[in-house]
């Protein structure tokens, strides 16, 4: 199952959590508390800005809103991504994230 660790911006907070299932990187940083801050939780704001310092190859490829927002901040991924939109697949795998803003 993929595993997932959330660092806050200075590397302070990490908070590693279990996603037997995969999905929304938003619903686990809910339900973990994970120290990543997040306002519109629809792709505009750009808070919930992520680097994807490991196993990127577990999230599933962006969609379309998601990909506007990156260009925007001038962010590529599969390096950066937003945490309201990304989604992990099922399946196994070690990822870690850092926020890019204050939680
Ligand atoms: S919370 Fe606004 S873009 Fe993700």
């Given amino acids: 199952m993929p ?9 302070a907070i990490k908070k590693t959590v279990a996603a037997p299932n995969g999905g929304a990187l938003a619903d686990l940083c809910d339900d973990h508390e994970a120290p990543i ?27 379309d809103e998601e990909l506007d927002v990156l260009d ?5 991924p599969p390096k950066y991504r937003l945490a309201c939109c990304a989604k992990l697949k099922a399946g196994a795998g070690t990822v870690r994230v850092r926020a890019q803003n204050e939680y």
């Fill in 37 to 63: 801050p997040f306002s519109c939780r629809s792709a505009s704001c750009a808070t919930c800005h992520i680097e994807i310092l490991e196993g990127a190859e577990a999230l599933l490829p962006p969609e």
């Fill in 3 to 11: 595993i997932v660790t959330f660092e806050s911006s200075d590397g």
């Fill in 72 to 76: 925007a901040i001038d962010a590529k």
